[in-house]
């Protein structure tokens, strides 16, 4: 038996949400646990340990049983999530999954590299800008690039003001080749335990319409802005 994978929820088929894949039927697996504690994170429940007794230990061949079984059964998207789902033992998930027809998206940090990067469909890089609190590891950030060698690879990047924006545009120069989707910050997170907590919906507007106008004044052409499309059509609440 391979180790098992700490597992916060299994829901959906939902859509995607927000970046590259916005908009595409999915089922989330979002694992539990996280190496960084960013200020402004919304998935505290799949982050801070006092909800970790939520979290099961599950055989790859479980969480495939149960993709199966809420997919009906047809081959999907499956997005990784968390939490950062690098510190979770996902390869034998990924493989037996790819030999079922699933494929596999994986959004994490940057901070972990794994060698079954190489295996997913896609990765989105997301790495924390100033307003999270957070610092990037560079290094190990560009270890995650090479571990997934030939996988489509994004960047994602959430912008919460000024600081991130110009972070974000440093960022976009170190990797050039690297599509790069930028992300209004929600400033209203759920509180763990709390999905019905009220988002600020006028506040996300207002900063998603400053951020289309900063990358429109700096010519910045190559950027995608897109808001969070489930937090417009849902808010906080989770399992959506
Ligand atoms: S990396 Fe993601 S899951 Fe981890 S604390 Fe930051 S926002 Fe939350």
Redesign the pocket.
């Given at each position: 038996m391979s180790h098992p994978i700490r597992v916060s929820e299994i829901f959906g088929p939902t859509i995607q949400g927000e970046g590259a894949l916005i908009g595409q039927p999915t089922v989330f697996v979002r694992t539990g646990g996280?190496d960084?504690?960013?200020a402004w994170?919304?998935?505290?429940h799949?982050?801070d340990a006092d909800y970790r007794h939520t979290w099961a230990p599950m055989q790859a061949e479980a969480v495939l049983a149960e993709v199966a079984r809420l997919s009906g059964g047809r081959p999907i998207l499956v997005t990784l999530s968390?939490?950062?789902p690098a510190i979770q033992p996902l390869g034998p998930l990924i493989e037996a999954g790819r030999t079922q027809g699933y494929r596999f998206a994986m959004e994490t940090?940057g901070s972990v590299a794994r060698d079954w990067f190489a295996d997913l469909d896609m990765l989105v890089l997301?790495p924390?800008p100033p307003s999270?609190g957070?610092g990037v590891d560079w290094v190990a950030f560009g270890a995650c690039l090479s571990a997934a060698g030939e996988v489509r690879a994004v960047l994602k990047i959430v912008v919460f003001d000024e600081a991130d924006y110009q972070w974000a545009r440093e960022v976009a120069g170190r990797y050039p080749s690297l599509p790069l989707y930028l992300q209004p910050g929600n400033h209203t997170p759920p509180p763990p335990g709390d999905d019905a907590a009220a988002v600020d919906h006028a506040g996300i507007e207002a900063r998603m319409r400053w951020l289309v106008g900063r990358v429109v004044a700096d010519g910045w052409y190559g950027a995608t802005v897109l808001p969070q499309l489930h937090v417009t059509l849902w808010g906080n609440t989770r399992g959506v």
């Open positions: 996280c960084y504690r960013c994170c919304d998935s505290l799949a982050v968390g939490g950062n940090q997301s924390k999270s957070m």
